[in-house]
Every structure is written in structure tokens, then in C-alpha cells.
């Protein structure tokens, strides 16, 4: 098993230049708001074709929470997107194993891309309202202790208190 190196940067993940990033998306796979969004328009109509594509050919009622799925990264500097549905928090009943399971897909398919480096957001802090620091043990212990030949994973906090939060996991 390779050693993954856990890093945190504060800013934009469409500004990140790693082998795959991790779009936080909604099921429709279709773009949406806050990381998906961003990520959709960063990335271009390429990653909305292949979210198409996918939906047409596999996954009709959209991509399950806790699964994932990768496509073209188009013009981000990236070579792939790694979309994941995170829980809804007060939906889901807070299931946390539907949260860990956002990261271990993602990491999985990372593996069968053979990407080395991937940036993640805090998958479903945003509109899904999952509590910050929760999602931040969530994220960091299954990172922490999911086999993957990634490398690096690069959490990549939009604001202060995200980066408060992961930082406060890493020590």
C-alpha cells in the first residue's frame, strides 16, 4: 500500500492542477450550484456531455448517494472529475457511512484511472448542510484508512472555517 500524503489548501478546487478532482454533485449528474457548479463551468460543456452520456447509458435515475462516477475534467487543469452524490444531511438521517462511502468510491475509481493526486472538496457541507466539523473527522478518517495507490489527497476549503475544521482533524 502506498502512504497518502493528506494536504489542505484554502481557495477554488477548479484552480487545482492534480490528476483528478472530486465534484461534490447532485444526482442528476446535470451541474448544479456551490463545487458542482463551479466545476461544470470551469470544466466546460465536455464534462455536461459526458454526465449526459452516463445518465443515458447507466444511470437513468441518477448516481446513487455514496457512489461515484468519473468523466473528462475538460478544461480544468486536471485529466478527470470524479463526480460523488454526497447525503443530504437531514435526509439521509445523518447516515455517516453514506458520507465515508463518498470517499472511499471516489478513491476507488481514482485507482482504477490510475490518477495519483486528487483534490477533494468538503463533500456536503454546502447545500447539503452536513455539520463541518463532523464532515471533516468523516473525511480525514477515511481517507486516513481507505487502500488506495493515490498519492496525495489535496482537500481543497473554500473558506476559513473549512480549512478550521479539516486543519483541526490532520493533528
Known sequence: MTTTTLT????????????AIVNAANSSL????????????????????????LRAA??????????????TA???????VIHTVG????????DPSLLASCYRESLRVAD???ARTVAFPAISTGAYIWPMEDAARIAVETVRNTETAVTE?????FDERAYAAFAGQLH
Open 58 to 71: 447507466r444511470y437513468g435515475r441518477g448516481l446513487p448517494t455514496g457512489q461515484a462516477v468519473a468523466t
Open 112 to 114: 482504477e484511472l490510475g
Open 30 to 53: 446535470l451541474g448544479g450550484g456551490g463545487v458542482d457548479g463551479a466545476i461544470h463551468r470551469g470544466g466546460g460543456p465536455e464534462i455536461l456531455a459526458e454526465c449526459r452520456a
Open 153 to 157: 489527497v489535496r482537500f481543497v476549503l
Open 87 to 94: 447525503p443530504v444531511y437531514q435526509v439521509s438521517g445523518s
Open 8 to 19: 489542505l489548501v484554502r481557495g477554488s478546487i477548479t484552480d487545482q492542477s492534480v490528476d
Open 74 to 80: 475538460g478544461r480544468l487543469d486536471a485529466r478527470w
